[in-house]
């Protein structure tokens, strides 16, 4: 079915090196697409484009995109390979906990730089490169990665990190409304637990619990996120925009 085929799309995920990321890049890949990952590391780069080439055609450009200077780096660096990107996913994130009264400052400008800050420069930067891929029939996507931390209260100790993505959820709201007239689609997709190197600990000190209070009584696999992501991507989520989508097992509805 054409319906989910990304076949010659050009796709750019942000911390797709590992944990969510890597999973969307694969989708992505199984898909049809080219598909452009970035992380601080260049080393992470290597290793994530030799675990996915066998999917299909991948390029690793390191940036740290929580600095906005890195953003426009990054956006010249696909744009010297590739004439417009068709799919942004920003999906770069940390998270910090800690107890309330020990929470300190740079808890919240790591987290917000990198978490609310970097998808709004990055989706700036590349809105050239969106822009030339656009059409009324078949627009741009950008993604954002939120979580359910942003949609209710967290039982763990990660303020900076559930408001962040709260903040993230709002952002793609209004830029939903800005860049519909540009036929570009702005969703943001809101993960549960799934399993990646920011929810490793958790998951080790905890997971059997936390599992218990999925409605659906398991972790999010691989192909849960790959397949929303393929799907607000592809010609079967064209006509949506703003929204804020749970892929919790039903944990935040």
Same mark, same amino acid.
């Given at each position: ?5 990304? #076949? &010659? ?5 942000? +911390?797709? #090196? ?8 694969? +989708? ?28 299909? #055609? ?27 990107? /068709? ?9 910090? &906990? ?84 540009? /036929?570009? #689609? ?33 972790? &999010? ?5 790959? &397949? ?26």
């Amino acid at each position: 079915m054409d319906l989910f085929d990304l #076949t &010659g799309k050009v796709a750019v995920v942000t +911390g797709g #090196t590992r944990g969510i990321g890597m999973m969307i890049a694969r +989708g992505f890949l199984q898909a049809g697409a080219r598909v452009y990952i970035s992380s601080r590391k260049a080393d992470a780069g290597d290793a994530a484009v030799a675990e996915l080439s066998e999917f299909g #055609t991948v390029v690793s450009i390191p940036a740290d995109v929580s600095k906005e200077a890195e953003c426009i780096r990054l956006a010249e660096e696909v744009g010297k390979r590739e004439e417009q990107v /068709h799919i942004l996913v920003n999906n770069a994130g940390a998270t910090w &906990g800690e107890d309330l009264e020990k929470f300190p400052e740079s808890a919240w400008d790591k987290i917000l730089d990198l978490n609310l800050k970097a998808p709004f420069f990055v989706t700036r930067a590349f809105l050239p490169l969106l822009e030339k891929a656009a059409s009324h029939e078949d627009p741009a996507r950008v993604i954002n990665i939120g979580s359910i931390a942003g949609l209710q209260p967290s039982a763990a100790r990660t303020y900076s990190y559930s408001t962040s993505k709260a903040a993230v959820h709002q952002l793609t709201r209004n830029l939903s409304k800005e860049l519909a007239p540009r /036929h570009i #689609t702005v969703n943001a997709v809101a993960p549960g637990p799934f399993e990646s190197k920011m929810m490793a600990a958790t998951l080790a000190a905890a997971g059997d619990e936390m599992t218990k209070r999925v409605p659906l009584g398991r972790i &999010g696999r691989p192909d849960d996120m790959a &397949g929303i992501a393929v799907f607000l991507s592809s010609r079967a989520g064209s006509y949506l925009t703003g929204t804020i989508i749970p892929v919790d097992g039903g944990i935040a509805t």
